[in-house]
Structures are given as C-alpha cells and as structure tokens.
C-alpha cells in the first residue's frame, strides 16, 4: 500500500465459530459483530478510506451469492447477490468516474451461466480481444443518451423483436468512405451506397 494512506476504518469480520472480535482486528475464530458488539450472525463488512485504498494481486474477483432469508411480498429473496461499483460526491454533483480497462479483453454479459459463453468459450470469435457485451435470450441491450424530456434523447435496443435506434429531433447518420449496404432477405431487396452510384435492387421497387 502507499505511504500515504488514511483510513477510517470500521469493518465487521465473518469467522468460523462464535464470539469475535468486535474492536475492529480480525481474531483466529469468531462470528460476524456489528460495530456496537453486537452478533447479528449477518456477516456484515463496511469500510471507510480517506485516501488512497489499493489491493494487488494476480486474480481479483467479486463475487455476490444469495443467502435465502425467507420470501418477500413478491416471492423472491429478500437479500439478492448485489455487486456496486460506483463513484460520486455525496452532494450529487457532477464528479467522479468509473473505469474499466483490460489489455486484452473486456465482457460484459447478463443471464444464466447455461446462457452467456465463458472467456474460455471456442465458438467466440478468435481472437479474443476487445469488448463484448452478451446477454441471455430473455433480455436486452439498451443504450440511452438523455432522458425523456430531452428532445434529442438517443436509443438503441436490441430485443427479441429485433434492434431499434432512434435519434428522435437530433441527427442520424450513418457514413462510409466505401460503402454502405441495407438489404434484408440474404440481399433478396437492398440499396448500395457508393461514391460513384447508388444501386436499389428487389422483386418490386416502387418510388414514391
């Protein structure tokens, strides 16, 4: 760690047996303590950093399971695995930032493990390098810029029922240096773009 780091530091530690340590220093053997003594069994861990908080390593994983704790009004459990990563002043100013980098690859998936491929996978295009997003056959790819009142909000989905983008009153455009083609049924219709024509083909073209 850096010579300079500051901490406020109140941490609950999960162990194997009961009793623990609840002064803030992991002991041998003890249960999970809240901050006030007490054994809530929970397991509970928050820390606080004024300053620099840094952990190195070869493999870093964060991982969230379920622990049932009975149903909620809406059936499901009332402590969903959760993992936050997030950066903000508590004023709700315009500060702080998130970022993700990797050398080689960035995935980001949503579903089942029987759904998305794994970084192993050897049906994903090799090679393997870049950023991939994969979701499950039951949900979405959603990217939005603005919100609602805005007249120039920007979305593009991709769905079940196929992909929308929409610029609402801002501008589409879509430009090549070469070219540029839409055609659908394997190219059974389609219209090329090139700098020197324009090429429409189908059974039936009709100009209106």
Do not use: C
């Amino acid at each position: 760690m850096k010579d300079d780091f500051a901490y406020s530091l109140r941490p609950t530690f999960l162990g194997a047996g009961s009793g623990g340590d609840p002064s803030g220093e992991p002991s041998g053997a003890g249960g999970a303590k809240d901050n006030d003594g007490s054994d809530d069994g929970e397991g509970g861990n928050t820390q606080y950093v004024s300053g620099t908080w840094e952990r190195d390593a070869n493999n870093i994983t964060l991982y969230a399971t379920d622990k049932p704790q009975g149903p909620t009004e809406d059936n499901h459990s009332s402590s969903e695995p959760n993992v936050t990563l997030a950066a903000s002043d508590s004023d709700g100013s315009d500060s702080g930032a998130v970022l993700v980098r990797g050398n080689r690859l960035v995935r980001i998936t949503s579903g089942t493990s029987s759904e998305v491929q794994s970084d192993e996978d050897p049906d994903l295009p090799a090679p393997q390098m870049g950023i991939q997003m994969q979701v499950g056959n039951d949900h979405e790819i959603s990217l939005q810029r603005g919100t609602k009142d805005n007249p120039n909000l920007g979305v593009i989905a991709m769905s079940d029922d196929g992909i929308w983008a929409d610029a609402n009153q801002g501008m589409f455009l879509v430009t090549s240096k070469t070219m540029i083609k839409f055609q659908v049924a394997g190219g059974t219709s389609s219209i090329i773009l090139t700098p020197s024509r324009v090429i429409i083909k189908g059974p039936i073209i009709t100009l209106n």
